[in-house]
């Protein structure tokens, strides 16, 4: 059993900042496999924030390049997700998600164990 549970959503103004958290737990094998960030605006597809791989490669999409970082402690078995810069445009609930391999794909298809999400609303 796989648990994700995600954190440090809120409500701030644009060009503020916030923290997200993944806490994981469960039969996890955590460091073996590509976890990331995924968000879904209302009426909206669920849409790729950021990834990471087991081994720390990153990837980000192209919205949130230079302003969002993502980072993992395998020891801890958390999830981060540093949000700079926020824009109104950010406005969505996050997701946690853990990926199927080692590797990290863009789909949501590519990943199999999902939080419940975190709001995250900026305001302009």
């Known amino acids: 059993q796989v648990q994700l549970v995600e954190s440090g959503g809120g409500s701030v103004q644009a060009g503020g900042s916030l923290r997200l958290s993944c806490a994981a737990s469960?039969?996890?094998?955590?460091?073996?496999?590509?976890m990331g960030w995924f968000r879904q605006a209302p009426g909206e597809e669920r849409e790729r924030v950021a990834t990471i791989t087991g081994a720390g490669a990153t990837g980000y999409s192209d919205s949130v390049k230079g302003r969002f970082t993502i980072s993992r402690d395998n020891a801890k078995k958390t999830l981060y997700l540093q949000m700079n810069t926020l824009k109104p445009d950010d406005t969505a609930m996050y997701y946690c998600?853990?990926?199927?391999?080692?590797?990290?794909?863009?789909?949501?298809?590519?990943?199999?164990?999902w939080g419940q999400g975190t709001q995250v609303t900026v305001s302009s």
């Open positions: 998600a853990r990926g199927t391999s080692a590797t990290c794909g863009r789909s949501p298809n590519d990943f199999n164990y």
């Open positions: 469960g039969s996890i094998f955590y460091s073996s496999f590509c």
